[in-house]
């Protein structure tokens, strides 16, 4: 089974651009390029992978292209760009002629205007990005989640990849509202959801797949294997579980499910959503 980890990071660490790793994540101070992800993924089994933005400037979108030119492993690149700018469509133009830009994200999770997404500048950018093929990554809390639908109801053209299951609160054993929003927003069809970053909402020093199975089995309900994306939010992830250790995690759990429904969710779904070229499973 050919696998894809549809969600990680990489990142020349420094304390002015990186703020928000505090003293708890401090093992992520420091410097994780595509030679650290390279080795992990050869013990994974894992085979390909798509870069996702961890800082929103234009310069580490370009990086991170260059990087996927580079190691033939990184299939594509979630980059970041100005959405709300009236010089979104030029810069848009220019990041489309290379053919690695599979998405764009923004970090609405941080924003303090939590309809921030709503307002004119973005939606006018989501207009522009859905004349191209690019799919747009949402990253929010759980609380967003009726915000998010509101978001895709207005552009039901754009394809849309839900990450990380909108980060529902795992430690505190908290099923609802998420579930219930979860349930709403899966009923756009052109919404798709990552199984990804469940860890670092879980009890860091404590978890097992017992405490993530009521989020996973949500998710499957919600979206089916047909719109599920493994990724495993590295490094972030590793202040709670090493890279393999999430593999396996997500493998133990998927174990019941049938080999089409696996290869599903552990690579043909990221390749068919991000157009991932020489990816299919």
């Not at 260059?66 to 469509?89: K, N, Q, T, Y």
Request: hydrophobic share 40%; with cysteine; aromatic share 10%.
């Amino acid at each position: 089974m050919r696998c894809i980890d549809a969600h990680h990071h990489l990142w020349r660490y420094t304390t002015t651009e990186y703020g928000w790793i505090d003293d708890k994540m401090r093992a992520l101070r420091r410097d994780f390029l595509p030679a650290d992800l390279q080795a992990e993924i050869s013990a994974a089994k894992v085979h390909a992978t798509v870069a996702v933005q961890a800082r929103q400037t234009l310069e580490e979108t370009r990086w991170l292209l260059d990087l996927a030119r580079e190691h033939p492993f990184i299939a594509g690149v979630v980059g970041w760009a100005p959405i709300a700018s009236h010089e979104f469509p030029r810069v848009l133009e220019e990041l489309c002629c290379d053919g690695r830009l599979k998405g764009l994200r923004h970090v609405l999770q941080d924003e303090p205007d939590e309809g921030y997404a709503l307002h004119e500048g973005f939606q006018r950018g989501l207009k522009e990005l859905a004349r191209t093929s690019l799919v747009y990554d949402i990253l929010i809390y759980a609380r967003h989640l009726p915000m998010a639908v509101q978001l895709v109801d207005q552009h039901p053209n754009q394809v849309f990849v839900l990450d990380h299951l909108a980060k529902p609160k795992i430690a505190q054993q908290e099923l609802s509202p998420w579930r219930e929003s979860l349930w709403e927003l899966a009923q756009r069809p052109n919404v798709v959801c990552k199984v990804s970053g469940m860890v670092t909402e879980a009890d860091w020093q404590n978890w097992s797949l017992h405490d993530l199975i009521p989020y996973l089995e949500t998710a499957l309900e919600c979206f089916g294997p047909q719109r599920l994306l493994a990724g495993s939010d590295w490094p972030v992830c590793t202040v709670a579980a090493g890279y393999q250790q999430w593999w396996q995690t997500l493998r133990q759990w998927t174990s019941a499910l049938s080999a089409t429904e696996q290869e599903n969710i552990f690579g043909a779904n990221a390749a068919r959503i991000y157009r991932l070229k020489g990816q299919s499973v």
